[in-house]
């Protein structure tokens, strides 16, 4: 029987037709209903994420708008797959929070820096998918740490609004669907992972299911938010009854030292950032084209003593994550804060542990030191700041701090304008913060 044109308008045709119009190769894939799979096999290993028929030939060649078309009159709910790689443009960083995917990411994170913002979906099992433009080059499929795979040259995933055999469905992130945020170029680590993943999956496996560093405020500020649900959270690893659906038995796993939650009936799980979105807690920032959610804040004069452009790392300020998370008004999602105000520069000859130090405070508070180097480069100077003026002062940035779902988190940091740049073009290092 043929199927009439309003059939072939679904929702996911729909949304199959828009992925073709975007140069993307697309797929037809079986559905899931009430747990079993629409191939007919009742012991189906993948319900609802494998193709109708033969597919490999679309990693070559996409299919045309007429032949999408044609499988959606035919199969109008069929979910969608978009095949990765070249064929594309897409390479797509699957991250797993069953599987300690979440974890993971934010282990890679810590040393190369965020993901920048791109297009990312939300999978029905309660994982990200994150879209980035293919480089040009072959990226394997490869998997590089528990519960996180990259989709390159060869692989396939399910894409909005497909329906995942929990019955939950695939979504884009608030704004992060195609057309609200272009695709980000695929960072060069995880290109290099994919080639080569040996070295950094082993550091991934090591210390993928460590706890992510919270401080006291937001740790409170996670336990309020549960509160707002009727859920009073107890030190530690606990089950819970989720209040985000039906549950008669404690399906919701909650780590309050961690801050982050998974809920094995509903699938929804997360940090901080997801549980203000599901108590409807205001929505995150906007983010920059670089994926920061920019914050800029002056003090009520922006009139500085020691005026500058080079930008010199402010040391120690790991030791002063809550300052810096109540400066900022807490965490900005994705690329984290960039937040821009005065920095006060106070010698402490009376420091025991060196009486060279000296130390940055923003508003009052100490935020870290700089340097020894940048202490003796800059002493002089600061010195007859404060003769001349009874201060030093200089602009500082605060950047970092991002939040993201599956408790992913970053650490706040602190950069100062002061002076010029250095001639030889050396970056400062790190010390341990005085005392």
Avoid at 153 to 164: A, I, T
Avoid at 255 to 267: K, N, T, V
Wanted: proline residues 8%; neutral net charge; contains cysteine.
């Amino acid at each position: 029987m043929r199927l009439g044109a309003s059939q072939a308008q679904t929702p996911r045709a729909r949304a199959a037709l828009d992925a073709v119009s975007r140069g993307w190769s697309i797929v037809p894939m079986h559905t899931a209903t009430a747990g079993r799979c629409s191939c007919g096999d009742p012991s189906c290993p993948a319900p609802g994420k494998h193709t109708h028929g033969p597919w490999k030939e679309r990693m070559r060649d996409a299919a045309s708008i007429e032949q999408v078309r044609r499988w959606w009159r035919r199969w109008p709910d069929a979910n969608v797959g978009v095949v990765t790689g070249v064929v594309s443009g897409l390479v797509v960083l699957d991250v797993d929070p069953r599987h300690g995917g979440g974890d993971s990411l934010t282990v890679l994170e810590g040393v190369h820096g965020a993901v920048p913002h791109t297009v990312e979906s939300l999978t029905g099992g309660g994982g990200q998918h994150f879209y980035f433009r293919h480089p040009g080059t072959v990226v394997p499929c490869r998997s590089v740490g528990p519960g996180l795979d990259i989709k390159g040259d060869g692989g396939l995933v399910v894409s909005p609004p497909s329906e995942h055999v929990s019955g939950r469905v695939y979504d884009w992130e608030s704004g992060c669907a195609p057309g609200e945020v272009s695709l980000a170029d695929l960072p060069s680590w995880l290109q290099a992972m994919a080639q080569d993943p040996s070295p950094s999956t082993a550091g991934a496996g090591r210390v993928a299911h460590q706890v992510p560093v919270r401080t006291k405020g937001e740790r409170a500020e996670f336990a309020a938010l549960w509160a707002l649900v009727g859920v009073e959270l107890r030190s530690g690893d606990h089950n819970y009854l989720c209040p985000f659906h039906p549950d008669h038995h404690p399906s919701l796993h909650i780590d309050a030292e961690g801050c982050r939650f998974y809920c094995f009936g509903c699938g929804r799980g997360g940090g901080s950032g997801r549980l203000h979105r599901l108590v409807n807690a205001p929505r995150r920032p906007t983010p920059t084209r670089d994926g920061a959610a920019s914050l800029t804040v002056l003090q009520p004069t922006t009139t500085v003593t020691l005026p500058g452009t080079a930008e010199v790392r402010v040391v120690g300020d790991s030791a002063y994550q809550d300052v810096l998370l109540e400066l900022t008004d807490g965490r900005r999602y994705y690329g984290g804060a960039r937040m821009e105000t005065v920095a006060h520069l106070v010698p402490e000859p009376g420091n025991g542990a060196d009486p060279g130090a000296i130390a940055v405070t923003i508003d009052g508070r100490t935020v870290g030191y700089l340097s020894r180097p940048d202490a003796a480069r800059h002493g002089a100077a600061i010195a007859a700041a404060i003769e001349r003026s009874g201060e030093a002062s200089c602009i500082a940035v605060i950047v970092g701090g991002w939040e993201r779902d599956h408790g992913d988190v970053g650490l706040f940091g602190v950069r100062l304008r002061l002076g010029a740049p250095s001639p030889d073009g050396e970056p400062r290092h790190d010390e341990p913060p005085r005392r």
